[in-house]
């Protein structure tokens, strides 16, 4: 069994910055792909910000230049830096690994439970 567990989410004025972590645990063999994505009530859910295992990153436009996704590998972790935050950026931010949980296992997605960013003006 795989859980995707995140963090970090809080209330913050505009401009202000957080970081969210996300923890993948239980038998974890390889994280081919991280991806953070976000949902606003009322809206779809979005993907913000995607690594590769390579280290390759993708970015929304909308936060591109303010928000950076990272990883520590041997921890099974995937974080993503928020900085100058809009009331925009409010949403229920997930984590979503597309992993493999053994060598000979083939890849599956997994989600976390998500955690909330809301941003005041």
């Known amino acids: 069994q795989v859980q995707l567990v995140e963090s970090g989410g809080e209330l913050v004025q505009a401009g202000g910055s957080l970081r969210l972590s996300c923890t993948a645990s239980g038998s974890v063999f390889h994280i081919y792909v991280w991806g953070w994505f976000r949902q606003a009530p009322g809206k779809q859910r979005e993907l913000v910000a995607g690594?590769?295992?390579?280290?390759?990153?993708h970015y929304a436009d909308s936060v591109k230049g303010r928000f950076t996704i990272s990883r520590d590998t041997a921890k099974n972790t995937v974080f993503l830096q928020l900085n100058s935050l809009k009331p925009e950026d409010t949403a229920l931010y997930y984590c979503?690994?597309?992993?493999?949980?053994?060598?000979?296992?083939?890849?599956?997605?997994?989600w976390g439970q998500g955690t909330q960013v809301t941003v005041s003006s």
């Open positions: 690594i590769t295992s390579g280290g390759s990153t």
């Open positions: 979503n690994g597309d992993l493999a949980r053994t060598a000979s296992s083939g890849r599956a997605n997994y």
